[in-house]
């Protein structure tokens, strides 16, 4: 109902297009199945409609067998043109099953590609997850300070987590010793801590403070445009590590779709942290950032902070479908609009 994405997208795109069918139930309590063969519609509708025309019960998704080991590739890149070039040529490459980046800074990056495999070689083994190891981000950074090209193989489950123990590097502001040999050692198995208790314990103002000097957005935006959208993060906001994660946006009818109707490349960038930039101010700079992303055809995931009004919003999202199907099933009694229901500027 929102999205999902991971460093395999660039093969099988966004969570949605691995769903073949959904069950949901409707405004008036009818049970109903929708895929590629039945209530079409709704099966396009349905991604990225937070619960506004139904509940989901059930989803069938496709799945492929799994390895227990990724061989990660890690390989420091430098100048902002080399790393999106190498970015782009190692999301375009299908042999890679895994391809993820991660930018410390404008001209600095880490592109990591990897296979699953059934074997590990075993001087090489990294099991990433154990409590005590580096946060996986800092661990990746040394390969840009030490400037070598590396090998590791990580079990498959601990991959799929490597940003779980410092929920990607959001921790650091949380806990900042958090990294330090001798907590990891003592408390590691402590974190990562719930956020649903961070967010219970923390008081109004901390709340407010985190708002107005905090960022957690995911940008969608096309691979060709990846170069002019990192710089202006730099300017806007300038919050370092980015996390870049390219996915194959697949032609559609429903909220996300590319321009035309062909399959494109897109990279989610993901910034979370605190802003570096002395201008930075929440509503404003996030709106700069929501302008360009809508120029260049791309997309906000709509779990952040979403500062656009209605009408940009709807620039952004493409709402015929959307819209039509609210009317028909009755929903508008039942289920606010998506807009309504994620958007800060609809509730103040």
Not at 87 to 107: H, I, M, P, R
Not at 127 to 144: A, C, D, N, Q, S
Not at 250 to 275: N, S, T
Request: glycine residues 6%; charged residues 25%.
């Amino acid at each position: 109902m929102g999205t999902g994405i991971e460093s395999s997208s660039h093969i099988y795109g966004l969570f949605q297009h691995i769903c073949v069918a959904y069950e949901l139930v409707l405004a008036d309590g009818s049970l109903v199945r929708c895929s590629e063969e039945e209530n079409v519609d709704l099966f396009h509708a349905v991604p990225w409609s937070c619960g506004t025309l139904g509940f989901l019960v059930a989803a069938e998704i496709k799945i492929v067998p799994a390895k227990p080991w990724v061989k990660l590739r890690l390989e420091p890149v430098r100048g902002l043109e080399n790393i999106c070039r190498r970015f782009a040529e190692a999301s375009s490459n299908k042999q890679n099953t895994f391809v993820e980046g991660l930018q410390y800074s404008l001209d600095s990056a880490v592109v990591m590609t990897g296979t699953m495999t059934d074997h590990a070689e075993p001087d090489k083994i990294n099991r990433i997850g154990l409590h005590f190891k580096p946060w996986f981000f800092k661990h990746v950074e040394g390969y840009l300070k030490e400037g070598r090209t590396g090998v590791e193989y990580i079990p498959l489950r601990q991959y799929y987590h490597r940003h779980t123990r410092s929920i990607f590097w959001e921790l650091q502001d949380i806990i900042p010793f958090g990294n330090n040999p001798v907590f990891r050692w003592l408390f590691g198995w402590m974190v990562p801590p719930k956020i649903s208790l961070l967010k219970l314990t923390q008081g109004e103002t901390i709340r407010r403070l985190y708002e107005q000097r905090h960022v957690v957005q995911d940008m969608l935006v096309p691979m060709k445009h990846l170069q002019s959208a990192i710089t202006r993060f730099h300017q806007d906001i300038k919050v370092y590590p980015l996390w870049l994660c390219p996915f194959l946006l697949l032609p559609g009818r429903g909220m996300v779709h590319p321009k035309g109707d062909q399959e494109e490349l897109y990279v989610d960038i993901g910034a979370y942290g605190e802003p570096k930039v002395k201008h930075f101010e929440a509503k404003a700079s996030t709106r700069q950032l929501e302008k360009f992303v809508r120029d260049c055809h791309g997309f906000q995931m709509l779990y952040a902070d979403v500062y656009m009004d209605r009408e940009e919003f709807w620039e952004m999202f493409d709402g015929q479908l959307y819209h039509r199907l609210r009317e028909e099933l009755g929903c508008k009694d039942a289920f606010p609009e998506v807009y309504s229901k994620i958007c800060k500027s609809a509730r103040h």
